[in-house]
């Protein structure tokens, strides 16, 4: 049985940091690229960040380059978001999700299996 869980969230300060994790099971890591995905309120959900499955190579969108960073642990079963200095638009529930390809997988329409989502909210 294939599972995601996303944890991490929390409430934090603008130019603060949160890292979120993405445990997984029921699957081989190795063979699954993983997205992170958000979605504000009243927004439509939106790529984030991708790590690919065999070359290593990870992937962020422009609104977080230079403060996001995508990284795995195949042997923890493992993904992460480290988020540095947060703004008050990164306030969104985070989800990740398998995905075949990087970066195509930062489309919501080719993930396959996703987590239950962690709130992220970034205020003082």
């Known amino acids: 049985q294939v599972q995601l869980v996303e944890s991490g969230g929390g409430l934090v300060q603008p130019g603060g940091s949160l890292r979120l994790s993405c445990a997984t099971s029921?699957?081989?890591?190795?063979?699954?690229?993983i997205a992170w995905f958000r979605q504000a309120p009243g927004k439509e959900r939106e790529g984030v960040s991708c790590s690919s499955r065999s070359n290593g190579r990870t992937y962020v969108v422009d609104s977080v380059k230079g403060r996001f960073t995508v990284s795995r642990d195949n042997a923890k079963n493992t993904v992460y978001l480290q988020m540095n200095s947060l703004k008050p638009e990164d306030t969104a529930v985070y989800y990740c999700?398998?995905?075949?390809?990087?970066?195509?997988?930062?489309?919501?329409?080719?993930?396959?299996?996703w987590g239950q989502g962690t709130q992220v909210i970034v205020a003082s």
């Open positions: 029921g699957f081989t890591l190795d063979d699954y690229g």
């Open positions: 999700a398998t995905v075949m390809f990087c970066p195509d997988g930062l489309h919501p329409d080719t993930a396959d299996y």
